[in-house]
T-cell receptor, first 110, second 114 residues
Framework: GQQVMQIPQYQHVQEGEDFTTYCNSS?????IQWYKQRPGGHPVFLIQ?????EVKKQKRLTFQFGEAKKNSSLHITATQTTDVGTYFC??????????FGQGTRLTINP | DGGITQSPKYLFRKEGQNVTLSCEQN?????MYWYRQDPGQGLRLIYY???????QKGDIAEGYSVSREKKESFPLTVTSAQKNPTAFYLC?????????????FGSGTQLSVL
């Protein structure tokens, strides 16, 4: 079945440092979504990527979808304490259900 | 405010007991989902429903049951057959079950075994 692997599982950075999480699928995806879950909270939708090679930005966050539509990344520039949380990617293949990666938990030293 | 309401926030289950988790949405969404979240394992799909009176098993449906009698409601029952029920349970909805639909999540229910 379709699998979505996400690395790293944990990342600890100093405030102001950059952060990147990577998502890899065993199959070609039709789209990929990213969610953020704050500690003690629930996942909140961040963005969706659909096109091959697509790059989208939200302030300090940059999202990329690979040319082969099998991998994706989320990069945060100059992290702030408000960025703390777990970031999940979720891939979809055609009409199949979303498959979530294991998540990357980001902690920040102020 | 539109959204998804899950209750209770915390729930304790005794040995051999069935417990039911509530999920209500007022977003007028057709599709609803139940996910289980364990530390370090991401979200795993238990059941989903695309329309009233219809639902399908997800990846880890054993030991769980659901109903969808109303569009707004999708309760999850954790039965005594689920031997490892301790987890964070998340309900979600989307406007349809087609591709490219983002999920809206409730605030979750933490289930623990006494």
């Amino acid at each position: 079945g379709q699998q979505v692997m996400q690395i790293p599982q944990y990342q600890h950075v100093q405030e102001g440092e950059d952060f990147t999480t990577y998502c890899n699928s065993s199959t070609t995806l039709s789209n990929i979504q990213w969610y953020k879950q704050r500690p003690g909270g629930h996942p909140v939708f961040l963005i969706q990527l659909v096109k091959s090679g697509e790059v989208k930005k939200q302030k300090r966050l940059t999202f990329q979808f690979g040319e082969a539509k099998k991998n994706s990344s989320l990069h945060i520039t100059a992290t702030q304490t408000t960025d703390v949380g777990t970031y999940f990617c979720a891939g979809q293949r055609g009409a199949q259900k979303l498959v979530f990666g294991q998540g990357t938990r980001l902690t920040i030293n102020p | 405010d539109g959204g998804i309401t899950q209750s209770p926030k915390y729930l304790f289950r005794k040995e051999g007991q069935n417990v039911t988790l509530s999920c209500e949405q007022n977003l007028n969404h057709d599709a609803m989902y139940w996910y289980r979240q364990d530390p370090g394992q991401g979200l795993r799909l238990i059941y989903y429903s695309q329309i009233v009176n219809d639902f399908q098993k997800g990846d880890i449906a054993e030991g769980y049951s659901v109903s969808r009698e109303k569009k707004e409601s999708f309760p999850l029952t954790v039965t005594s057959a689920q031997k490892n029920p301790t987890a964070f349970y998340l309900c979600a909805s989307s406007s349809t079950q087609s591709t490219n639909e983002k999920l809206f999540f409730g605030s979750g229910t933490q289930l623990s075994v006494l």
